[in-house]
């Protein structure tokens, strides 16, 4: 995904370009799921430890006045919609096979 670069030296565009085939790959019809929230979150993180010296925003934010590195700013996670079954058909089969209703 990176082309073997060292971190370092991973461009925005790198990033932008891992970020599109993250969610090619994990999602339909480009909606968040929770396996692209995860990628982005660890991404952000991630690049935010190799190029600030610190995993946390608030701590970046206070000691260097930036709390993302450049490359990944752009980097947004939205919405995670549930899944809930709502039609009661199914709702019922799920409930009759509880054994314990606790």
Known sequence: MFDN??????TKPDVEIAIATIMDKHSSKGEETHT??????VIKIF???????HR???VC????KLGDPEITEDIVSGHVADKI???M????RLIGR?????
């Open 47 to 53: 690049f935010r430890w190799i190029h600030l010296g």
């Open 36 to 41: 692209t929230y995860n990628f982005k979150k």
């Open 98 to 102: 509880i054994h314990n209703l606790r």
């Open 5 to 10: 670069k060292p971190w370092k030296e991973i």
């Open 61 to 64: 934010l206070k000691k260097y």
């Open 85 to 87: 079954v709502t039609c």
């Open 56 to 58: 946390k925003y608030k």
């Open 89 to 92: 058909k199914y709702r019922k």
